[in-house]
T-cell receptor, first 113, second 115 residues
C-alpha cells in the first residue's frame, strides 16, 4: 500500500472550512484513498473514501487531484466536535488485501472558538 | 445494535501474567481485526481474521495469539505480558461491499497497563 504524508497538526476556526491535505505520490492506479478520524482516544471512525472522482457525503468532501498524487479532505463548517486526529490511508481494493488499514500518525485538527 | 464491543475496558497486569481480550460484533461481519495504539502514534495491526476459524498475522503479531471460534467473536490473548505491551487495544470489524468499499467499525478500546 502507498505511503501517505500529512501535516502533523492544523488549526481551524469554528464555522470555517477545514482543509486537510494528504500527499500520496506513490499511489498506484487501483489504490483507494480513505479518511478516518479519531476523537479523543475513541475508536477511529470512517469518514469518506474515493478512487479518482471527488466525493461528498454528509460528513465531508474529498478532492483528489487529477494525477491522484494528493488529496484534500474538506469539513465544510468545522465545529468543536470535529477536533480529532485525521488519518489519510491509501490501500488496495478490499479484495486484494483483506481490508487491512495501515495507519500513519495523522493530522491533529484543533477547531478553535 | 451494539456494534463492536470490547471487554474489559481497563486492565492492569503484572509482568508474566496472561489475559484474554474479547471483541464481539453483532453486525454479522466476516472480517475482524485487532490493533494496538501507543501514545502519539497511529494504530498498528496485530492480527486479523477473514472468517470464522481463520486468523492471520498483521504488522506486530509477536507476543499475541488470537482465535475466531465464532463469527461474532475475536479473542486476543497475551500469554506472558510484558511492559512493552502496555497500550490501547482496538478491535474492528468489516464486511465486503462490492470490490472497494470497506468501512471498518471500531470498538471503544481496552486500556492495558503491564507493570
Amino acid at each position: 500500500d502507498a505511503k501517505t504524508t500529512q501535516p502533523t497538526s492544523m488549526d481551524c476556526a469554528e464555522g470555517r472550512a477545514a482543509n486537510l491535505p494528504c500527499n500520496h505520490s506513490t499511489i498506484s492506479g487501483n489504490e483507494y484513498v480513505y479518511w478516518y478520524r479519531q476523537i479523543h482516544s475513541q475508536g477511529p471512525q470512517y469518514i469518506i473514501h474515493g478512487l479518482k472522482n471527488n466525493e461528498t457525503n454528509e460528513m465531508a468532501s474529498l478532492i483528489i487531484t487529477e494525477d491522484r498524487k494528493s488529496s484534500t479532505l474538506i469539513l465544510p463548517h468545522a465545529t468543536l466536535r470535529d477536533t480529532a486526529v485525521y488519518y489519510c490511508i491509501v490501500r488496495l481494493p478490499f479484495s486484494s488485501n483483506t481490508g487491512k488499514l495501515i495507519f500513519g500518525q495523522g493530522t491533529t485538527l484543533q477547531v478553535k472558538p | 445494535n451494539a456494534g463492536v464491543t470490547q471487554t474489559p475496558k481497563f486492565r492492569v497486569l503484572k509482568t508474566g501474567q496472561s489475559m484474554t481480550l474479547l471483541c464481539a460484533q453483532d453486525m454479522n461481519h466476516e472480517y475482524m481485526y485487532w490493533y494496538r495504539q501507543d501514545p502519539g502514534m497511529g494504530l498498528r495491526l496485530i492480527h486479523y481474521s477473514v472468517g470464522e476459524g481463520t486468523t492471520a498475522k498483521g504488522e506486530v503479531p509477536d507476543g499475541y495469539n488470537v482465535s475466531r471460534l465464532k463469527k461474532q467473536n475475536f479473542l486476543l490473548g497475551l500469554e506472558s505480558a510484558a511492559p512493552s505491551q502496555t497500550s490501547v487495544y482496538f478491535c474492528a470489524s468489516s464486511q465486503l461491499w462490492g470490490i472497494s468499499y470497506n468501512e471498518q467499525f471500531f470498538g471503544p478500546g481496552t486500556r492495558l497497563t503491564v507493570l
